[in-house]
């Protein structure tokens, strides 16, 4: 699958890591067949099944067309247990072919009485698709039927071969090339959109097209089609995946103007408050940083990912810390069983900024530092501080026990092998703390 695109948040000169954090949900598929106003194989199948009806409307071919007429209506908007697909291939086989009457009526009941399994739908498309195999409507329908199943290699040569019949239509062609791309089929998908943008230019067809460039690592052929999505079409998720290309290119003071603008126009955004907090972290605009990602924890209090950002800032905005404090103190109570939220929150009490009176709560740091290890024992920056903790008050026992974990869970971690050295050393070990510190020097060296 095609690697989400991801806000990067770049650290203060000198430190080199980069934390990655997904807040860009995917393209969707347009599924066709399920969209009122939209699905041409409804309602073209629906007018000729109901000429069928007509025609001989007291027999049991008449009474099943009928039922397929009116299941398929207008191209309902809701997928109801497969009716709507099965209702569609009926009407199809029952104008392809004169199948016997019983086994319609058969199925007309089916229909009529009961939803229909995906098995059942499947095969009457497949049915549909020997019987017209030059037909758009059966090829394309059976093509979104595999999209809806999650199914996607079975979809593509069906809506290849719709595509081949109609290369025009629009909802085949744009599900052909997203269909492509979440298989990794880049040349194909790129190939496919710049044909349909031949045709006729529309801003989701740009975006998903900074979305096939991206995926093939070329940021700035992205940036440039998010940007002409946007302009066509400033929608809250145009606008955010450009300011989002702007980020990844670290084209930061482009990628605040373009979160300003976004977030004046849709004030309600989370994720766009989060993207201008990383872009004014990035220039080092902290206190506006933290503004921007309070906002964002504000708009979204059970999405995690502004906490996450918020966590890593701690004591960056003196000014600020009790406000970092609250927002994580409300990721605790929203999301109890998450260990960052308690690690985060240990860490703001501890080493956040906070008024001159008051004070700091050792048992309460402990606590949640304690919970974050049990509910994450892979968490190795969480044993890491409780450790430093149990150190720092004497406990050396409790301090070499917990940092013992984090170099085993991050070995080359150096600050790690530095406080279990000095642990070793307050307990009289000397031969293991030379080891550590020998390893200390090692890590040290290499970095």
Not at 7 to 24: D, E, F, P, Q
Not at 197 to 221: C, F, P, Q, V, Y
Not at 234 to 244: I, M, Q, R, T, Y
Not at 315 to 320: F, R, T
Request: hydrophobic share 40%.
């Amino acid at each position: 699958m095609r690697p989400r695109a991801v806000l990067r948040i770049h650290t203060t000169a000198g430190r080199n890591a980069v934390r990655r954090l997904s807040i860009r949900p995917g393209h969707t598929f347009h599924r066709g067949w399920a969209r009122a106003g939209r699905c041409r194989a409804g309602r073209t199948r629906s007018r000729r099944a109901g000429r069928a009806g007509r025609a001989d409307a007291g027999s049991p071919r008449g009474v099943a067309a009928k039922i397929a007429a009116t299941r398929v209506g207008a191209c309902v908007s809701t997928f109801r247990g497969g009716v709507v697909l099965l209702a569609i291939a009926l009407a199809l086989w029952l104008e392809a072919a004169g199948a016997a009457a019983q086994a319609l009526s058969s199925e007309a009941a089916s229909i009529a009485g009961q939803p229909a399994s995906a098995r059942d739908v499947e095969r009457g498309l497949e049915e549909a698709v020997r019987h017209t195999p030059d037909s758009f409507d059966a090829h394309h329908n059976l093509g979104e039927f595999y999209i809806q199943q999650q199914q996607l290699a079975l979809a593509i040569p069906h809506l290849e071969k719709a595509r081949a019949i109609d290369p025009s239509h629009y909802v085949n062609g744009y599900d052909l090339a997203l269909a492509y791309l979440q298989l990794d089929r880049v040349p194909e998908a790129r190939q496919q959109i710049e044909a349909m943008l031949r045709l006729k230019e529309t801003a989701e067809l740009h975006n998903l097209l900074g979305s096939i460039e991206e995926g093939a690592g070329k940021l700035t052929d992205a940036a440039k089609a998010y940007q002409r999505a946007a302009q066509r079409d400033p929608s809250e998720k145009h606008l955010f995946d450009f300011g989002n290309s702007l980020l990844q290119l670290q084209a930061y003071d482009d990628a605040i103007k373009v979160f300003d603008t976004a977030t004046e126009r849709y004030p309600r955004s989370a994720r766009l408050y989060v993207g201008l907090g990383i872009g004014q972290y990035s220039r080092g605009k902290y206190d506006d940083a933290v503004k921007s990602l309070c906002a964002a924890a504000d708009l979204a209090p059970s999405d995690p990912r502004p906490y996450q950002f918020l966590g890593e800032m701690y004591g960056v905005a003196p000014e600020l810390g009790e406000e970092v404090t609250e927002r994580l103190a409300r990721f605790v109570e929203v999301q109890p069983t998450n260990a960052l939220a308690h690690y985060y929150y240990a860490m703001s009490l501890w080493k956040g900024e906070r008024g001159p009176t008051a004070s700091v709560d050792l048992q309460q740091i402990e606590k949640h530092l304690k919970r974050a290890v049990s509910l994450d024992a892979k968490l190795s920056k969480a044993f890491l501080q409780l450790g430093t903790l149990y150190g720092d008050q004497g406990r050396h026992a409790e301090a070499i026990e917990a940092l013992r974990q984090a170099v085993q869970l991050e070995p080359d971690h150096a600050q790690a092998h530095y406080r279990l050295a000095r642990a070793y050393q307050n307990t009289g070990q000397r031969a293991l703390a030379a080891k550590e510190l020998e390893l200390f020097q090692q890590l040290k060296t290499k970095k």
